[in-house]
């Protein structure tokens, strides 16, 4: 009845387990991440380029992997092979471990596939005891430094693997320190260090009830240990988590023979990058601290000294140093990251490794890498994270500016802004547009209604919501920062404030939101605005030049079009026309036309929509000036333009001729259990043709007038208050070919489950298109297709495809119904989930392969088997994403289309799986 | 860009048209429906049976299709074929088609693949004119009869072909009839009638401007033409919708030579059934009118007699008919319907059809017909209608019995019912438990909250929701009737009434619901109690031998479970475990570990709940004595417990130890936009892993005590207040075989979408199961399987499967899933769809085989490829449809589970579906 699923990895008696490296050879290489973590992989490296590197070996993470699966057993074959390992540690550094004479110290450090900077635990100065220290006292003739380091050792060795916390040692250190009146630890004395270390080892006696271990192998393994089990520590857990490392990666365990930069005034230690990490600006840059070790850097006790200083301060060395830093660029063909020792003037590489870097030093280093002949533009083009250009088009906080967090959400929309806290979107009008003030629209969750107020807030935070939720999904169209699901958040709008922590937040208060890490601050946090660099457009022609999918653009406003168009968007995949109708007017006349009473109420209604629903795809055709426009036709739930409040309601009764009554009993006819499953997107254009009608009319007429924008031509305007295609008889003269400019309109159906409902709607499509062009004289080209959002349609994409010029896969839905998750309901226990391992990522970020990806492939052959050559896009939130883009271009599809900020991460990441393949 | 899709079918030249019968011999035979009709394709038959038929012709069927393809043209051939075959039937008529001398009179009428009955027009008496009457006279010697048939002819002409409304002559009869002070019809002389006659033609010329044909041929086609036109019109158009007959069928049209038998006492017309219809019985059934013409039968101006009183009348005529009744029957091996008539003691059969009749009498005749020989058991399980059997289970009204009905639902649960309206559960609970009345629950809809409610009715009566609403779904479970979605009903709960057309419906006031017909009646209506007659059971015995598919039942309670039991049930396919968890302190311990604050907080209310949860499964496994029981865990999203009402929620809070607004909170955060998609299902086991702890502990644990019932081995009550598994260190001795029984529980995990969530669930079970082995010794097997309900979850059937030892589909969520469509909100639009022919059948009710049924196969395939000879059921609504059981054969799964009521549905539609392989 039991099921084992977790297979129990090995470790072959045979097999490698531990790679030494030294004195200018190495048994591994950089190309052996995976086995020996990226410091070992490097390390190993940098010996075999014949770079100084202080000797030592790397035990692989295959037995940090053998020792979880075996209930913490190292393999037995592991002793042998570090005793062999260590010995010839000891050939090269010509000293012996535990040697009275001649004490080989090394340090023990962990090292994974991917960095996890300070989450696991290293063990420095490993090898002292009561002998070998006064031997390392007479070798370097420093007895405070030997006794210093010693001390060190028994503080660290006893926090990281006998388990006792540090402040024991702190505190008595303190007391010495306090005992001499000094203030600073250089201030002992030899022999106050000596009087510490013995405090130090009768405080573990005390504690521990057994003696620090003397025995320098026993010291070795427990260090050894020590690291592995730092691998499953909270803190490398919840990194791991965050960045999306699995715990089954494991950890190498490097072992090295000690260099001192803290031996005397000809020692030093440092870091360094080859180029600057911020600007990505070719020039040196870093900083070292002279007669100190790594940790005293850390510490922030002293300041170090910039790079720039040391020519003055160590002129040879510093000639050295930069001749491993191009050598080291050279080879790895990257910019590099360097930690480096001095010990009586001579240099000794401790690791280097790709250095982070921001986006725009990204950009700029993989541009000038491309000019420098060091790399070539495909490799440039892999370089670069796509979702990090997000950071190149948002204005960002002022990373050195103080700063209170009050909360976090999640990080919704990328980009920083304050303003002042409003909590309805009339309020962020009024003081956003009319007062011309900054403000910040903070809601417990925002709705269609909200667009306004959004459009007028700088930024948006809501309390409740995904990365999906309708906050997060138009605030990222809009370009706006999102902070959303700021759980901790009390927003009560009755008070208008919003209490978190001991916090209170009234309207009018300032906040700061950073909605590219999810912070919400108080007060106002200083911005920078970006500008994107001349190597931006470079990259981005170098992107264009290589992919094969078109990139769209989700938008319905002329702003998110001219954005998305300025991005390089080649067209739009998805205007969503019903965003067209919450605002001002609109929204009455939509709500009347959903409480009318019948067909003719309804069209009275449509009437006065259709010149504004017509002046809107009049403004986006013009911006697009013939690039392809995907229009949806209404797709939500009619209750979603319902009004809420007692006033909107008699302001609807009254406009519409009906009671309130009347409007309160239709609201709630129209009240779903399950409104995504329910009466909306092509369902509404079966019961209610009129409205799609009057959607079609105003596109074909938009598309006339574009074609020919001369005044005499436009046939509606020639019969006034003619609110419908038919109804005027005189036939217009052909249609010339004006000043104009062609369009082909696609026009999109949203929701189909049977072909039929496609046949009867394509139908209504081009009879409206045949009046319009009778009208009009106008020979209007045109498109119709189907959004894909069910698992149903996919499966008979193959009899919906006769009806279907194209194909666009909706993923937000198509996933909420293959995974039968709500995009809404989901927080609840999707978080739960990642934790538990049970999915790996958020479904409606990125796209599900093994399930969604089937369907939409099933989807593409069935269609293109019934109609080769058919067109196909995606156009959910997924089209922003790279994993998902990768898995667009696997699966054949012509194009993607995003929110307009994320056209040029849609290109670059375009571009990268059009590599892959 | 327009897309044909409809093909014109069209007649081929060549094509035989015009099908010939009479004088024993035809061109036609019964299995030619299709292209005769059914009328037409009998007649054929019985006359190459040798049968005395008058003779004619049959224009097909394929004509009627043409002539609507064709814009209402007839084809060119026909007119020569029809011709040709009017002067066969002269031929064999002895008499010539508008002959001055010897006349040929024909009935023009309709006749459809499947009998829609009164739907379409008849023309009688066709060929008379002011000739022809006169040789009518002449040659029968009766005159008043020759124009009292040309008087019917006009008036019947004028109507069907004319489209002159038949009250213009009823009001001229009426005051001819007036005038000479007589009462009948055959009151009047020839002259009266010859009158009569000129007044219908001048009234003719004066409302058309045009004469009355006197053209027999004129005649001939106008009533032809006719009889395809009534193919469309309205009332047949409504009955094809309702009948599911497609329009693209068309009818037949029979033009046959005219029998009378309304020219004397030697004459008569009648109707017979060899079988009683309403009760199967083998005698003759039918009745007679001397002297008469059908028509008069149908006016019931005078009383027809019975089959039993003709061997006085006509012995020698009584003897032929029964002569040709049973040579009938022996022909086709069933029931006939049949007209005759009998003109001057000459017996002329007019029809044979196999005849309509009641479940009881069918199955009483399938039976009676194999120990007659006549058929094979195959046969007989053929035969029955499987949906026709839940009128054998449930109480019907009495036919005869007078009704005022108010308000036509949809018939969401069979049977009928009457009772005081009552509009709340706890007012249905106090008069129909305690008071001991007869109640319907009338609600605007039902939730799980009403259940008590329910039980406590006789039937329930909804205004809002589908044929697979919760009202519908639970009572068709309990076996109650219930009228779903009747929409005209104002109910208003505050006033306790509930209007409808004029009347007001108070509390108290009776009312009787018609389950099966979806009638909403005023007033108690009788009812009869319906028997199980032995043939039932001889029926259902025979469809056992013959079936594959097994057959278990969705229930929870005793009361279902022993229902099913009687019924036939071999298992519980589906025991929804949160129906438990309604009823009194269950519900208010079940609200406590909702609002529990922490795991600790939900244990302890859990562990209320432990205990009766073991009780109902002791209950469960002792009804079903070692046959599968199948206990879905813990499904329903949890807000659908929490209290609604200002009362309950405080007395939760108290109950819980919590504030009133800790609850109003809690079930407010609970709310979700899209519930179906929301946090239920295993995500709730996920998340709260102590509630499916609780319920695989109570499920173990009444499975140790049914195998042995001895109270010293049951482990739970040896430690008091030991609400875990755990706790009881005490190992006991060996379970013994005790006089229990084994159960081998078959635990189902909801809403799978990874497999890593099964994978989770089952270890929880797993270790549960070894908790409770351990502490009471007992040695359980068990199997745990999952529900498939989702898109995703069949497509990755394959790496769900070495988790799961059975799946189950879950089709109604799977439909909802698969097609978008929310069950309880489709109600405002798949009506339409139906009308517009968009989806043949309510995808709730019969399963969508070309979408859900393809996942069904993949998971199917899939799953058995991972793990050959999987388990396989299915467990939705669907489980009870034919149709749909006919795909679970066909799709080779292994059992179906369905409603207790529907468990002969299914026992014979499996059959069925057996046979058809």
Redesign the interface.
Known sequence: ???K?NAQPKVDMAEKLVYSFGDGSAEGKANMKNLLGGKGANLAEMCALGLPVPPGFTITTEVCTAYYAGNKKLPGVLETQVKMALSQVEKKAGCVFGDGANPLLVSVRSGARASMPGMMDTVLNLGLNDITVKALAKNTGNERFAYDSYRRFIQMYSDVVLGLDHYHFEDMLQQKKSDHDIELDTGLTADDLKDLVSQYKEKVQEELKKPFPENVHEQLWGAIRAVFDSWMNPRAQTYRKLHDIPAAWGTAVTVQSMVFGNMGDDCATGVAFTRNPSTGEKKYYGEFLINAQGEDVVAGIRTPQTLADMPQVMPQVYKQLTGVFDRLEAHYRDMQDIEFTIQNNKLWMLQTRNGKRTAAAAVKAAVDMVKERLIDKKEAIRRIDPLSLDQLLHPTLDPDAKKTVLATGLPASPGAASGKVVFTAEAAEIMGLEHKEKVILVRIETSPEDIHGMHAAQGILTARGGMTSHAAVVARGMGKPCVSGAGTLAIDYAKKELKVVQHTIREGDIITINGSTGEVMLGEIPTVQPALSGDFETLMSWADDTRTLKIRTNAETPMDAEAAKRFGAEGIGLCRTEHMFFDGERITAMREMIVAKDTAGRKQALAKLLPMQREDFIQLFTIMKGLPVTIRLLDPPLHEFLPHTEEDIKQVAKSAGVSAELVRQRAHELK????????RGC?LG??YPEIYEMQAQAIFEAAAEVMDPSPSRRGWREAPGDGGASGNALAPAPFPKGEGFKVIPEIMIP?V??P??L??L??LV?RVAAEVMRKTGAQIS?L?GTMI????SC??AGDIV??AEFFSFGTN?LT???????R???A??IE??RQ????EHDPFVTL?Q???G??IQIAVERGRKARPGLKVGICGEHGGDPASIRFCQKAGLDYVSCSPYRVPVARLAAAQAALEK
Chains 1, 2 share one sequence.
Do not use: A, W
């Open positions: 009845m039991n099921v699923s779903e259990q399950n409104p995504m499953l329910g009466h369902r079966i019961t929701l489950m049977v039929k409902e046949e009867l394509r139908s081009d045109y119709v959002e069910l698992p149903r499966l008979r006769p009806f839905d909420q119904t293959t995974l039968g998750i709500s809404d309901d989901s609840s226990f739960i989930y538990k391992g049970i999915v599900d093994s399930g969604v089937e369907l």
